[in-house]
């Protein structure tokens, strides 16, 4: 351990323009605690719903599972590993080298640090991109290559694909942070390895048809340049005024149910700590609108069983605290039809009912599934399952008509196929498009971690 970490760090969010509070290290663990000052003001909002406001500290099974999801598994991480001989459990010590760079609105300082993260002002505070510098990042990205020396990923995101943070500074023109400035980005660009470039499209006509069906969602668009292609997400957790561009605090579902990010499936947890529907139910509770979030999440949770995505784990579920200290439900992310990649598991990231594979859901699956959010009537659920799912249903299947003439004809297949599925399930009587009946190709994954 390096003898110049800190014990204890201020943990700041951008909006605030004092330290909401600590982390220390305690017996061998960590400990969270509000600061007094924090408390006392009225605008003061929590860190997380896994660590409501309280003059009590947290202690380390809390706390650790909060921050330690502050930590992206990337290179920035290991090199801090391996340069300061620090362990990855030690958790204060890691962040004191990288809490500057956590993603969002939360930094984690040593004291005194003051704020490191600030608003930005689009036309002083960034270095324009020139075209070819861009491109050369994409084709770096594309082909799993290092970044150029000069530039610093100024947000670090996780996620399978390669990604960078980037800030629009006029329309089509685009930037980074100037060197020692920590202003917000505005955009994330995905750029695929080449050997699985196809899934820029598969997910860019996801989240469109996501949007088609009354979904709230993060709209990528795809983005070009010369031979090299991604796709590039207007962050949901910016604020853009004009020339002033602000974080907004957000925290994923791992956060705010309190798991460590290893327990994102519910297939990993336990019985106290897990993705679960029921632990999903509460959490959606506690809302600025309960009622709207849980019908939201039910329908996305039916839309991603029809378009093949049983990749929607914990993490790519999130709060957004845009309107004060009570969060809601933030627009749906990184939708991937997972079951085409030939990289999946049919294993689903959270029960429905008691079925962990969507071959083997049934009705009475699905009536325990709409139970845990509160339809719990039969009366209740049919009018959801014919007011919400079914129209749902039916207007992705009109919607779908397209794909074929723009290749996916397998991805039309297969929500065909799962569209059919469900309205047996469901007891819903749709009149679907003729298809090919869409087989699996064979997953390769094994298991996804």
């Known amino acids: 351990m390096s003898a110049a970490q800190p014990d ?10 004092i330290p909401l509070g600590h982390l220390a290290r305690k017996d061998g663990g960590c400990r969270f605690a509000y600061t007094p000052d924090y408390l006392a003001r009225t605008d003061a909002m929590p860190l997380s719903l896994s660590l409501p406001l309280r003059e009590e500290p947290y202690g380390d099974v809390e706390s650790r599972a909060f921050f330690d999801n502050l930590l992206q598994e990337n290179d920035q991480l290991q090199q801090t590993m ?4 620090i362990a990855r459990d030690d958790i204060v010590g890691l962040l004191s080298f ?22 930005g002002n689009l036309a002083t505070d960034y270095d324009e991109l020139p075209r070819e510098e861009l491109i050369d990042i994409m084709r770096r990205l594309a082909d799993k290559l290092p970044l150029p020396d000069a530039i610093k990923d100024p947000s670090p995101v996780a996620g399978v694909q390669r990604k960078i943070a980037l800030t629009e500074i006029a329309k089509g023109r685009f930037g980074l942070p100037k060197p020692g400035l920590r202003v917000p980005t505005t955009h994330i660009l995905k750029v695929p390895e080449r050997r699985l470039a196809r899934e820029v499209l598969l997910e860019a006509v996801a989240t469109r048809l996501a949007h088609a069906v009354g979904l709230e969602v993060a709209i990528p668009a795809e983005f070009k340049l010369d031979d090299e292609a991604g796709l590039l997400s207007l962050r949901f957790d910016r604020r853009i005024d004009v020339n002033s561009v602000t974080r907004i605090h957000q925290e994923d579902f791992c956060q705010a149910l309190g798991l460590p990010a ?16 029921t632990a999903v139910s509460d959490l959606l509770g506690r809302t600025a609108a309960p009622a709207r979030d849980k019908r939201s999440f039910m329908v996305s949770a039916f839309f991603n069983l029809a378009i093949g995505n049983n990749d929607n784990h914990a993490k790519n579920h999130a709060l957004l605290y845009d309107t004060g200290p009570i969060p809601r439900l933030a627009p749906l992310y990184d939708l991937q039809p997972v079951r085409l990649t030939g990289r999946y598991t049919d294993e689903l990231a959270f029960r429905i009912g008691a079925a962990d594979r969507f071959d083997t859901v049934t009705a009475g699956d699905i ?3 709409m139970a845990a959010f509160g339809p719990g009537t039969a ?3 049919r009018r959801f399952i014919e007011g919400e799912v079914g129209p749902m249903l039916a207007e992705l299947d009109r919607q779908t008509a397209v794909l074929p003439s723009h290749g996916l004809k397998d991805f039309d297949d297969l929500i065909g196929r799962e569209i059919s599925q469900l309205a047996d399930l469901l007891g819903l009587k749709l009149a679907t498009r003729e298809r090919d009946y869409f087989t699996e190709k064979g997953g390769g994954w094994g298991q996804l971690s």
């Open 8 to 17: 204890i760090l201020d943990v700041r969010l951008e909006a605030a323009d």
């Open 82 to 85: 391996d340069r300061e001989r």
């Open 98 to 119: 990288v809490g500057g760079d956590c993603a969002g609105a939360i930094s984690c300082l040593p004291p005194g640090s003051g704020p490191v993260k600030v608003p």
């Open 262 to 277: 290893r327990l994102k499936y519910e297939r990993n947890g336990t019985a106290e700590l897990r993705f679960a529907a």
């Open 367 to 369: 009536a325990a599934f």
């Open 379 to 381: 009366t209740a659920q």
